[in-house]
């Protein structure tokens, strides 16, 4: 079956501690991306991939930090600087991000990040 | 300042009626329009999706309208089930930015269908 994975679904982070949110696809996706999603907000994107070996920051980039080595991997990395960490980070991957139509967006199942 | 806007934060209806949900949104540059549907702590899922070029697209029980004049659509659920009972999230796409066909999504609706 194809989709997307998330791991781990509830993650714990003490103050000062980077975490890593973990990504993975098997629908041959090109594009990838990362949102956080807040209480009575919208998805906010964080990051985005168009291409192996290649990212974007997105709208609340400050705090994250992302690789993509792999085509079907798209790691997150919440950093200490990162203030308000607590929050629900969904992953989704399109076949094109840059094509005419908006390309349907294809998401994970969420992991949700709680401060100690 | 959100340019996708769902001002309707909740919405309850019986079972058997019609569901509207409404969607504004203030770029004209948006081309594309998504609504998604999310249940409790699963990702959103696609339901339907309607290009600017149209104004009506449907499929099943779902129908979405696209007003572009207004900068409004809304999407219809007719007839309403217990299993409709999600938030539903309105997206809008175009090149607003760069190269990338930019989604904003906007802050959801929680639908309750009541049996």
């Known amino acids: 079956d194809g989709g997307i994975t998330q791991s781990p679904k509830y993650l714990f982070r003490k103050e000062g501690q980077n975490v890593t949110l973990s990504c993975e696809q098997n629908?041959?996706?090109?594009?990838m991306y990362w949102y956080r999603q807040d209480p009575g907000q919208g998805l906010r994107l964080i990051y985005y991939?168009?291409?192996?070996?290649?990212?974007q920051k997105g709208d609340i980039a400050e705090g994250y930090s992302v690789s993509r080595e792999k085509k079907e991997s798209f790691p997150l990395t919440v950093t200490s600087a990162q203030k308000n960490p607590t929050a629900f980070y969904l992953c989704?991957?399109?076949?094109?991000?840059?094509?005419?139509?908006?390309?349907?967006?294809?998401f994970g199942p969420g992991t949700r990040l709680l401060v100690l | 300042d959100q340019q996708v806007k769902q001002n309707s934060p909740s919405l309850s209806v019986q079972e058997g009626r019609i569901s509207i949900l409404n969607c504004d949104y203030t770029?004209?540059?948006?081309?594309?329009f998504l609504w998604y549907k999310k249940y409790p702590a699963e990702g959103p899922t696609f339901l339907i999706s309607?290009?600017?070029?149209?104004d009506k697209n449907e499929d099943g029980r779902f129908t979405v309208f696209l007003n572009k004049s207004a900068k409004h659509l809304s999407l219809h659920i007719v007839p309403s089930q217990p299993g409709d009972s999600a938030v539903y999230f309105c997206?809008?796409?175009?090149?607003?930015?760069?190269?990338?066909?930019?989604?904003?999504f906007g802050p959801g609706t929680s639908l309750s269908v009541i049996p």
């Open positions: 629908l041959n996706h090109d594009a």
């Open positions: 770029n004209s540059m948006f081309d594309y």
């Open positions: 997206a809008a796409s175009g090149r607003v930015a760069t190269s990338y066909d930019k989604v904003i």
């Open positions: 989704a991957s399109s076949i094109d991000p840059a094509g005419s139509f908006g390309e349907t967006q294809y």
């Open positions: 991939s168009q291409i192996v070996n290649d990212f």
């Open positions: 309607i290009s600017s070029i149209k």
